[in-house]
């Protein structure tokens, strides 16, 4: 496989700039997903490194090597669009040994490479059918085998699977995510959707308005969210983020204060373990507190809090199972705060009930711009 390196990638149409400055280094073997909402650049630049765009400023580098301007069919790079793009004329094996053909690949090369895909993604049952007689899945599956067939440096997926239904879309996730364990291939994969991101890259690459947000791990961009967008952005469902006072304590420790309007006052005491030095420079001022779902759990009856875990009481005001877990919403400070509980809790609107939060799930945000203080 190979390296890719994009280096200070621009482009405009006319006056108006869609991607602004993008650089990303992307090792041997990685899985980086591009991800934001529609129309943010993140297919303008998958295309811009499989060559169908021109930049107007900045480099692509495949090992190495400058392939800014080099043609598409030159660079080595096979990509897989999310219409399929199957020949319907064609069968199975024909549109897989297609590309193969194209560059003058002998025949028994060919015939051994669509036997080697083709057992590779369990399509070998499929090899004289027409893509009419197949299924979005399988379709999706042809359209694989045929960049595979062709062993290229880099590969690029332009949402695969958003053609396919909901459970076909986890089913294809777990058979990409197969794949690149055993090619150890390097690829690079555009979505919108947030789940995909999470489950599949190595590394996310968060893209709004043509620009970088965020470059990190799955980890790092859910749990140390460079800024509100981000932590907006990735997580189902998404990050509360509330604006607070962070208040100054008369032991000198601080605590984060939630009002809104006429709710009550509520104060979490925050331990100094969550406070960096860059926080606690911003005594008396507003904040935006970042918290999962996950870090708010119902207490228990003689439970005992732990040193990163302050109570809250609060009024559920929205319950709704899912089977795996329950969402309930609660009203903290005039604040809806989205929680992520066990299933089958006792439970009922209206109720004000005892919750627990984990502090070592905390993020904080400057109010002004919004991004992490670290």
């Given at each position: 496989?190979?390296?890719?390196?994009?280096?200070?990638?621009?482009?405009?149409?006319?006056?108006?700039?869609?991607?602004?400055?993008?650089?990303?280094?992307?090792?041997?073997?990685?899985?980086?997903?591009?991800?934001?909402?529609?129309?943010?650049?993140?297919?303008?630049?998958?295309?811009?490194?499989?060559?169908?765009?021109?930049?107007?400023?900045?480099?692509?580098?495949?090992?190495?090597?400058?392939?800014?301007?080099?043609?598409?069919?030159?660079?080595?790079?096979?990509m897989v669009f999310?219409?399929?793009?199957?020949?319907?004329?064609?069968?199975?094996?024909?549109?897989?040994?297609?590309?193969?053909?194209?560059?003058?690949?002998?025949?028994?090369?060919?015939?051994?490479?669509?036997?080697?895909?083709?057992?590779?993604?369990?399509?070998?049952?499929?090899?004289?059918?027409?893509?009419?007689?197949?299924?979005?899945?399988?379709?999706?599956?042809?359209?694989?085998?045929?960049?595979?067939?062709?062993?290229?440096?880099?590969?690029?997926?332009?949402?695969?699977?958003?053609?396919?239904?909901?459970?076909?879309?986890?089913?294809?996730?777990?058979?990409?995510?197969?794949?690149?364990?055993?090619?150890?291939?390097?690829?690079?994969?555009?979505?919108?959707?947030?789940?995909?991101?999470?489950?599949?890259?190595?590394?996310?690459?968060?893209?709004?308005?043509?620009?970088?947000?965020?470059?990190?791990?799955?980890?790092?961009?859910?749990?140390?969210?460079?800024?509100?967008?981000?932590?907006?952005?990735?997580?189902?469902?998404?990050?509360?983020?509330?604006?607070?006072?962070?208040?100054?304590?008369?032991?000198?420790?601080?605590?984060?204060?939630?009002?809104?309007?006429?709710g009550a006052r509520?104060?979490?005491?925050?331990?100094?373990?969550?406070?960096?030095?860059?926080?606690?420079?911003?005594?008396?001022?507003?904040?935006?507190?970042?918290?999962?779902?996950?870090?708010?759990?119902?207490?228990?009856?003689?439970?005992?809090?732990?040193?990163?875990?302050?109570?809250?009481?609060?009024?559920?005001?929205?319950?709704?199972p899912t089977g795996?877990?329950?969402?309930?919403?609660?009203?903290?400070?005039?604040?809806?705060?989205?929680?992520?509980?066990?299933?089958?809790?006792?439970?009922?609107?209206?109720?004000?009930?005892?919750?627990?939060?984990?502090?070592?799930?905390?993020?904080?945000?400057?109010?002004?711009?919004?991004?992490?203080?670290?």
């Amino acid at each position: 496989m190979a390296s890719l390196d994009l280096v200070n990638v621009q482009k405009s149409f006319g006056p108006i700039k869609i991607l602004h400055d993008i650089s990303i280094g992307l090792k041997d073997g990685e899985f980086l997903v591009l991800v934001g909402p529609s129309g943010c650049g993140k297919s303008t630049l998958m295309n811009i490194i499989a060559g169908l765009e021109e930049p107007t400023g900045g480099s692509v580098q495949l090992e190495g090597r400058d392939i800014t301007r080099v043609a598409p069919a030159e660079r080595n790079i096979s990509m897989v669009f999310q219409s399929y793009a199957l020949y319907p004329n064609m069968t199975v094996a024909k549109n897989i040994e297609f590309p193969l053909e194209m560059r003058k690949v002998d025949k028994a090369s060919r015939t051994e490479r669509v036997k080697s895909v083709s057992r590779l993604l369990q399509i070998e049952h499929l090899l004289d059918r027409k893509p009419r007689q197949l299924s979005g899945g399988q379709r999706q599956r042809v359209a694989i085998g045929r960049a595979l067939a062709r062993e290229p440096k880099l590969y690029l997926f332009d949402e695969p699977l958003s053609n396919l239904d909901a459970q076909l879309r986890v089913d294809m996730r777990t058979e990409i995510k197969k794949l690149h364990q055993r090619l150890k291939a390097t690829i690079v994969y555009v979505t919108h959707d947030q789940i995909e991101a999470m489950t599949l890259a190595t590394r996310i690459a968060v893209m709004k308005g043509g620009v970088l947000q965020q470059l990190g791990t799955p980890y790092e961009v859910y749990n140390r969210p460079a800024n509100t967008f981000v932590a907006g952005f990735m997580g189902s469902p998404r990050m509360n983020l509330v604006k607070a006072r962070l208040s100054a304590m008369p032991g000198g420790e601080l605590a984060l204060v939630f009002q809104e309007g006429a709710g009550a006052r509520v104060q979490i005491d925050l331990p100094r373990e969550v406070v960096p030095a860059a926080l606690a420079e911003r005594a008396g001022k507003d904040v935006i507190a970042g918290l999962r779902p996950e870090a708010v759990s119902l207490a228990t009856p003689g439970m005992v809090a732990g040193p990163m875990q302050r109570y809250v009481d609060a009024e559920v005001q929205v319950i709704e199972p899912t089977g795996a877990d329950t969402l309930a919403v609660i009203d903290l400070g005039g604040h809806e705060f989205t929680v992520r509980l066990e299933p089958d809790l006792p439970l009922a609107l209206g109720q004000h009930a005892r919750f627990v939060i984990d502090l070592s799930k905390l993020v904080c945000f400057d109010a002004a711009a919004q991004t992490l203080i670290e």
